[in-house]
């Protein structure tokens, strides 16, 4: 990828990487959807032993899509996987609590990808860098930039160039102007590594979709990206059209029957000049029904009709059936326009990744559910059963 090559469309399982044969399945429906790249998550090193036998197994059934490694909290994971995947994605906020352990750990990496072909992304999310970075630069898109700059250094350095960099966010103003603030530092440093697209905890449905479109769209008509994902609360599948509508219409060009086609062209047409503020207000003249208008308006953050949602796409640590409970939340929630309501699959990485959120949803695992008011957890431990009555008794009485 990168360097001119056609836009990659890339997808991650929402399957627990222990249980082989739900993620081979998964892998394999999303590489005959058109998945060019399969992220899986690996949560430790007890993992590494099924993403042994998840490849294995591939190699049997002659599936050759490229695996990515999703790694948090354990450079040892990343070390010792990295042979046996294509990619391994880590996320220098939580690479080592250390930050000189940090550095010392991905020189070991860079070591043993540099022997077994493995490329490394340095995938940053707006909401989780680490203490080192934002106590320089607070929370902002520069921060994000300097720290992928840092890790970038550090690739160069060693003289290793199979890299690729991400800088998501939720809120699409944030993750647009990371990643075009991250273009230009690198190209003032001379290394311009390919860049991977996305905008994190979209949601579902229409908003989702029209909110990554927005998001990508924006990056990609000014010439920066090299591969996307469209992260959607559903299953992964439904994430390869969008994703292929972005990647043709801003590379070899649209051709065929893509789904929700209309509605994808007005949010890749209106979005990215809303959100650069080249214009105030989609024209009448473009047709568009008042909710694709308030859906695209919102996306790129220029008018809030109803509530934010941000909602992550689950993967292998989701510990209960977000798709169910996001519905159920947005349900119950779609009064309070403007609020910033987060619905999170872990409380591993959940609570870093909705930096935004006014209040979260966080699933703990074991049926149990953690409340967060702006970043900070007010009810733990409660049942899952009891949750979301529990969020609303506590906005009720915020307002
Ligand atoms: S927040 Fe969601 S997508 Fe991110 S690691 Fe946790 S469960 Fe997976």
Redesign the pocket.
């Known amino acids: 990828m990168g360097g001119g090559r056609p836009i990659v469309v890339q997808t991650m399982c929402n399957t627990h990487t222990y249980d082989v044969e739900a993620t081979v399945a998964q892998i394999r429906r999303l590489a005959a959807a058109g998945a060019q790249m399969v992220r899986i ?1 690996v949560p430790g090193l007890a993992d590494v032993e099924h993403v042994r036998q998840i490849r294995a197994r591939l190699a049997e059934a002659g599936c050759t899509v490229p695996i990515v490694a999703d790694i948090h909290f354990s450079s040892r994971t990343a070390i010792e996987v990295a042979p046996l995947v294509e990619k391994v994605r880590i996320n220098p906020g939580n690479f080592h609590p250390d930050h000189e352990q940090a550095s010392a750990r991905f020189q070991e990496l860079i070591e043993v990808c540099r022997t077994h072909g493995t490329a490394i992304r340095i995938g940053l999310n707006h909401g989780s860098l680490g203490r080192y970075i934002t106590d320089l630069y607070g929370n902002t898109p520069q921060a994000m930039a300097e720290a992928a700059m840092e890790w970038i250094r550090m690739c160069v350095e060693a003289d290793f160039y199979q890299v690729v960099v991400s800088l998501k966010a939720s809120n699409t103003v944030v993750m647009t102007q990371a990643y075009r603030q991250l273009a230009a530092m690198m190209k003032e440093y001379g290394v311009e590594f390919p860049l991977h697209l996305g905008v994190t905890e979209a949601g579902n449905g229409d908003a989702g979709r029209i909110k990554s479109c927005v998001g990508i769209a924006t990056l990609l008509r000014e010439g920066i990206g090299d591969t996307v994902r469209v992260s959607l609360t559903e299953d992964p599948e439904n994430e390869i059209p969008v994703a292929r509508f972005l990647a043709d219409r801003y590379g070899e060009g649209l051709h065929g029957d893509y789904p929700d086609a209309g509605m994808l062209e007005a949010a890749c047409e209106w979005g990215p000049r809303l959100l650069c503020r080249e214009i105030d207000a989609i024209p009448a003249s473009a047709g568009l029904s008042p909710y694709l208008e308030d859906e695209i308006m919102q996306a790129a953050r220029r008018r809030f009709y109803r509530p934010e949602y941000i909602a ?4 292998g ?2 510990m209960y059936n977000l798709e169910e409970t996001f519905e159920e939340v947005k349900r119950r929630t779609s009064h309070l326009k403007g609020m910033v309501i987060a619905v ?3 409380i ?3 609570p870093g ?1 909705m930096a935004d959120a006014d209040w979260g949803y966080v699933g703990e695992g074991g049926g149990k559910v953690s409340i967060y008011h702006e970043g900070k957890p007010v009810l733990t431990h409660v049942p899952d059963s009891e949750a979301i009555d529990a969020l609303l008794k506590l906005i009720g009485g915020q307002q």
């Open positions: 998550t992550c796409p689950g993967c640590r989701t999170m699959g872990c591993v990485n959940g990744e």
